[in-house]
């Protein structure tokens, strides 16, 4: 891991290949200009575990940002046209945003221990 990223890499299919996502803190402040979310003090849940609830716009930003490492000039339209037109799986690129914000944020992987993973996507709205 380089001395820029914060989080290991997750793998998620999107547009018909394998891509990384990565968050480094240029990742992170792209976020955080774009959305005002600072994932560095995230609003918590009630039992404390971080937890934020986005619609399909904060969807495409976060993961856009995620890729930003490997691919600096995507842009968030072109990141949405591709899942779209690949018909890929928003629950797959749902499942792997919860493995990398609870790598980014420490939480354990299921079954380590007894704490909880965060809920990243409460809910979707179109």
Not at 28 to 43: A, E, F, S, T
Not at 83 to 93: K, Q, R, T
């Amino acid at each position: 891991m380089s001395a820029e990223t914060i989080t290991e890499p997750v793998l998620v299919k999107i547009g018909g290949k394998e891509r990384t996502l990565r968050y480094t803190f240029f990742a992170v402040r792209q976020i955080k200009h774009k959305l005002g979310v600072d994932l560095l003090n995230p609003p918590t849940d009630e039992d404390g575990n971080p937890s934020i609830s986005f619609g399909i716009d904060e969807l495409i930003i976060y993961v856009w940002a995620g890729l930003l490492h490997a691919e600096p000039d995507l842009t968030d339209d072109d990141l949405a046209k591709q899942i779209d037109l690949n018909g890929e799986s928003m629950a797959c690129v749902n499942q792997a945003l919860n493995e990398a914000f609870g790598k980014f944020w420490g939480v354990p992987e299921e079954g380590a221990q007894a704490n909880t993973r965060p809920t990243v996507v409460k809910e979707m709205n179109g």
